[in-house]
Structure formats: structure tokens, C-alpha cells
């Protein structure tokens, strides 16, 4: 059977960790979010997946190449150009991206599901297709009913007695809601579709396809389904979903690494003295990292892997990518410490080498960052001494 895989978006409200991490990328302690929908569609015999890609297409594609070591198909769709001997992104939106794969070649030629690339999902998919086929229907969306005071941050779907889709709500409040059941970014297609999808133009599903069949009265309805559905379409979700995962909120998501005491991870060869550290799980510490003593971590926290945590420094309900260096003293709490940004649980993000604090938190791989914190030490003893 047949899929797609949503991937050309740039993540702008993931910055600033799509900067060089594309959304279908970013890692759920330290495996790809695309690679366990991946597990998924495969799990319920979707075999031959489309995937359209864009910004840092590249990267998508180097990493999942094939498909074969995940035991599926993958076709890539390009949207964009080539400039002066570079790729230039240039998606053609969700219903577009859709319409160019099936212009190419008649690709969908039976009952399809398309997903988005960025939300972890533990979804019955094939109970999600009987009731498709059941209803008759061309175009059906997955939804989930949420708490109600819960519904301001996400697209509501309207539906009539029968499940019939009558109109959608994009984030309405709490007073204006018809309804609790919310847009999951999970949809199941007839070929049928593309008679409502215009060919080499840029189209929404949600924004434009979506209203269209409303307006045509096409046979186009909800299936609300109960399951597991993680959003990390911003910097707070993903700081959540980690969290839950290492929380075992979120159920479907393991853990990696061996459990050396109760709520404490590691991956391979991390040095640390754990009579001479304090730490609290859940944490999850990837492999070659170095813990100092004196140094303490706070659970949830995640810290990945060729990281630095220096005598003194402080790690409490954080996330910390790979190759990161905390210098001694440092506090963090609810902080996400990526590259040379540091982003609070809100989204805020501080960019450490124009702040002038990339001498404290700093990259593993710097040759000079011993130097440059010697020197610091330095100015701080003798500012010390001089008062």
C-alpha cells in the first residue's frame, strides 16, 4: 500500500533547531521523528512512501535514503531549484506537493494516507482505513477530542451526525469551539482527490483543498479515533514530547541506552564518577559524554551525546544536544541548549555568541575552548583579587 509523508516545510516555529535539522529529523532522544512514522506504515503494510522534500532536502534523503534498512520504499519529490550549483527550496504546499508526484506519474492508484512529518503518532491505521472505505468516503481526516480549554491551539473539525465534515475552526476560543475533536494532520485519500487539486501551483490541503470539498459536498468526513498523537511543531512541544517520553507519558517511544540505576540512562563509554555527581531521574545521557564531579542533573533531562558537563554546572528538566560544553558553574532549568542557541520551555531563544556566552557554553569540537575558558578563569581570579 501506498503513503506520503508531508516534508518540505521549512519548521519556522522549530528555529532555531531546523536551522540545520530539518522538522522529519529532529530527534526523539536521538532516533528521527520521520523514522517512527516510518515503523509505523510499515507496521500496517504501507510499503511504498513518497516523500516530498525541500528545505534541507538533502539531509532528509542522505539519512533515509532507500528505505531499505527500514524495511519500506522511498521515492523523493524535490520542490525547488538549483541556484548558482545550490538546491533552493521552494515547497509547493501540502495539496501541490500531492499533485506533482502524481503529474509525474500516476503514483496513487488506490486508497492512500498522507502524514505529517513532524508529529509522533501510535495510531491503529488500518482500523483508521476500514472506516474510510466504510463511509465511502473520498478525503477522510483523522481527529482526537481534546479537554476543551485545550482547544485554542489547534484546528477544529466540524462534523454532522454521520461524521460528515461541515467546516473547521482554526483555533477558536474556548467559547466560540463547535467542537473538541482536533485536525491531526493525518489523512486518508481516494485517487479521486486530484480532481480537486489545480496542477504546477502552490495548494493547501488544510487551507484550501479542505474547504473545496466542503463547498463541492464531496463525500468528505472525520474519524475520531482514540491514540497517541505528539505534536512538535514548536520549540515547546518538542521540549514536552522529550520530556514525556523520558517521563513515560509517552508510551510508544523507548528509551535508549542501559539503565545503570533506576531512571538513569547512558549510551556507550560516558564517563562520569557517579559517587562524586548528584543525579535525579528520568535523565537520559548520550554516549562519549563526560560528566565532571561536583556536577549535578535534574530529571527529565536529556543529554546528548559528546557532551562536556563541567564541575558545578547544573542541569534541571533540560534537553541538551550533542557536542555541547556547559562550563563550570552554569546553571541551566528548563532550557533547550542547541548549537550556539539557548531556547527557554516558552521558545525564547538567546543566540549565546551574540549574547557573548558562547565562552560558556560552547561546542566539544572547539580546540580553543580550553583556552578561551582558561583565559575567562583568569579575568574572573583577578577581578576577584582586585576587589
Not at 563526560?290 to 563541567?310: H, L, R
Amino acid at each position: 500500500m501506498k503513503a506520503m509523508i508531508l516534508a518540505a516545510g521549512k519548521g519556522t516555529r522549530v528555529r532555531p533547531i531546523t536551522y540545520t535539522i530539518p522538522k522529519p529529523l529532529i530527534p526523539i532522544l536521538q532516533k528521527p521523528v520521520m523514522e517512527f512514522l516510518l515503523e509505523l506504515l510499515r507496521q500496517h503494510g504501507f510499503d511504498e512512501i513518497m516523500v516530498n522534500v525541500s528545505h534541507l532536502a538533502h539531509e532528509i534523503e542522505g539519512y533515509f535514503r532507500d528505505g531499505q534498512r527500514f524495511g519500506v520504499d522511498i521515492g523523493y519529490s524535490f520542490e525547488g531549484s538549483i541556484v548558482d550549483g545550490e538546491l533552493v527550496g521552494a515547497a509547493l504546499g501540502s495539496a501541490g506537493g500531492l499533485r506533482k508526484i502524481q503529474d509525474f506519474n500516476t503514483f496513487f492508484d488506490d486508497t492512500f494516507v498522507v502524514l505529517c512529518g513532524d508529529a509522533l503518532i501510535d495510531l491503529d491505521l488500518t482500523a483508521a482505513v476500514k472506516q474510510h472505505k466504510a463511509k465511502g468516503a473520498i478525503a477522510t481526516v483523522v481527529t482526537k477530542k481534546v479537554p476543551k480549554e485545550d482547544v485554542p491551539s489547534y484546528g477544529v473539525v466540524v462534523t454532522n451526525e454521520e461524521g460528515k465534515i461541515k467546516s473547521f475552526q482554526e483555533k477558536p476560543s474556548v467559547e466560540e469551539a463547535l467542537s473538541t475533536d482536533i485536525n491531526t494532520g493525518i489523512y486518508i485519500f481516494e485517487p479521486e482527490i486530484f480532481d480537486y487539486i489545480p496542477s504546477n501551483q502552490e495548494y493547501d490541503i488544510g487551507g484550501e483543498l479542505f474547504p473545496k470539498l466542503v463547498e463541492k459536498n464531496a463525500p468528505f468526513y472525520a474519524v475520531s479515533m482514540d491514540f497517541e498523537w505528539v505534536d512538535i511543531g514548536k520549540v515547546p512541544d518538542y521540549w514536552q514530547a522529550v520530556r514525556g517520553v523520558l517521563t513515560r507519558e509517552i508510551k510508544n517511544v523507548n528509551i535508549p541506552g542501559t539503565e545503570v540505576k533506576p531512571g538513569i540512562y547512558i549510551g556507550l563509554n560516558v564517563a562520569v564518577n557517579w559517587d562524586k555527581v548528584e543525579i535525579e531521574g528520568p535523565v537520559y545521557i548520550g554516549g562519549m559524554t563526560k560528566i565532571e564531579d561536583g556536577a549535578k542533573i535534574i530529571g527529565p533531562a536529556m543529554i546528548g551525546p559528546n557532551c562536556y558537563i563541567c564541575s558545578g554546572a547544573t542541569v534541571d528538566n533540560s534537553v541538551i544536544f550533542e557536542y555541547s560544553r556547559l562550563g563550570e558553574g552554569i546553571r541551566l532549568v528548563d532550557k533547550l541548549v542547541f548549537g550556539r542557541y539557548c531556547v527557554d520551555k516558552t521558545g525564547a531563544a538567546i543566540d549565546l555568541q551574540a549574547a557573548a556566552l558562547d565562552w560558556l557554553i560552547t561546542d566539544t569540537r572547539n580546540n580553543h575552548s580550553e583556552q578561551e575558558l582558561d583565559e575567562h578563569q583568569v579575568i574572573k581570579d583577578f577581578l576577584k583579587e582586585d576587589n
